[in-house]
């Protein structure tokens, strides 16, 4: 069983950044494809970015939605047990309740953003963008 618990939301302005954070505990992410999605009001939830973390060819691989390539940054710290999506550039479209979320597997592969593969999910954290 693994507990996530986000952090790092807030209120920024349009080109600001944000660094969220989500930190596993009950059970090490080792072997663990690491999701970040996010969900505004009236819309559907959304893959952002996942890892793969690993061994192997895989280890470390990334997948980012098309709309935040460039400008977020996924990355983990093994340490300390938790992912981190650095973003940049913000634009009021990436106003969300953004989601991390745990998926014990061999790879992320291609079906990293489909929601319903993840069988572990934080709180969520909140990502205000003002223009």
């Known amino acids: 069983q693994v507990q996530l618990v986000e952090s790092g939301g807030g209120s920024v302005q349009a080109g600001g950044s944000l660094r969220l954070s989500c930190v596993a505990s009950?059970?090490?992410?080792?072997?663990?494809?690491m999701g970040w999605f996010r969900q505004a009001p009236g819309k559907e939830r959304e893959g952002v970015a996942a890892?793969?973390?690993?061994?192997?060819?895989?280890?470390?691989?990334?997948h980012y939605a098309d709309s935040v390539k460039g400008r977020f940054t996924i990355s983990h710290d093994n340490a300390k047990n938790t992912v981190h999506l650095q973003m940049n550039s913000l634009k009021p479209e990436d106003a969300a309740m953004y989601y991390c979320a745990a998926r014990p597997v061999s790879v992320c592969g291609y079906s990293w953003s489909f929601g319903y593969n993840y069988n572990y999910w934080g709180q969520g954290t909140q990502v205000t963008v003002s223009s």
């Open positions: 009950g059970s090490t992410i080792f072997s663990t494809c």
């Open positions: 890892m793969y973390i690993g061994a192997g060819a895989d280890g470390g691989s990334t």
